[in-house]
């Protein structure tokens, strides 16, 4: 399995604060994306990062991707309480190939 | 954008008795539609994947005679729960993709499925 493991499992940080949680894969990938999932309910995709990418910004989102040492990082600046949630990061290898979500990080922002 | 529904949001139900739930595309035809569970604190895990017309796959562990998926249309897949159990108890989240390519999967809401 290429279930990718994020750390830490949870962060609790003061609203205004940066948030950076990390993701670690196994094998190669074609893409890694972002979700964020909000108590019980559906995800929401953040941001797609592909394998000849280094970084990608969206709005106060920035993700970056090491594909040598196979792992993803996703920083939320500037930090609302809106964005207390889960983070997921999800790899593939492309194609018709399966979308693998790691282990998650819960992100608590403290207004 | 692509939005996806789920049907029931949540349901609770007797042990041994069989569960549906319905997954629709709202705007846009999926060719293809993914089923996945989701226990507490966990992250999500496919239970199968489904094309329209043709039979799921599922994944490994995952006993294809107990949750029955059915993809008639374009537009719906629906999960059958057979005489569920306790440890079925779980969040079930279903999604579609527009096309062939497999990242690019758009999320419905999810049904919260307890077994009493």
Redesign the interface.
């Known amino acids: 399995s290429q279930q990718g493991e994020e750390d830490p499992q949870a962060l609790s940080i003061q609203e205004g604060e940066n948030a950076t949680m990390n993701c670690s894969y196994k094998t190669s990938i074609n893409n890694l994306q972002w979700y964020r999932q909000n108590s019980g309910r559906g995800l929401v995709h953040l941001i797609l990062i592909r394998s000849n990418e280094r970084e990608k910004h969206s709005g106060r989102l920035r993700v970056t991707l090491d594909t040598s040492k196979k792992s993803s990082s996703l920083l939320i600046t500037a930090s609302r309480a809106a964005d207390t949630a889960s983070y997921f990061c999800a790899t593939d290898a492309g194609g018709y190939q399966k979308v693998t979500f790691g282990t998650g990080t819960k992100l608590q922002v403290i207004p | 954008g692509a939005v996806?529904s789920?049907h029931p949001s949540w349901v609770i139900c007797k042990s041994g008795t069989s569960v549906k739930i319905e997954c629709r595309s709202l705007d846009f035809q999926a060719t293809t539609m993914?089923w996945?569970r989701q226990f507490p604190?966990?992250?999500?895990?496919?239970m199968a994947?489904s094309n329209e017309g043709s039979k799921a796959t599922y994944e490994q562990g995952v006993e294809k005679d107990k949750f029955l998926i059915n993809h008639a249309s374009l537009t719906l897949s629906t999960l059958t729960v057979t005489s569920a159990h306790p440890e079925d108890s779980s969040?079930y989240?279903c999604?579609a993709t527009t096309h062939?390519?497999?990242?690019?999967?758009?999320?419905?809401?999810?049904t919260?499925l307890t077994v009493l």
Do not use: A, C, D
């Not at chain 2, 062939?100 to 809401?109: A, H, K, T, V, W």
């Open positions: 996806v789920q993914f996945y604190k966990q992250s999500l895990m496919l994947t969040f989240i999604s062939g390519s497999y990242n690019e999967q758009f999320f419905g809401p999810g919260r």
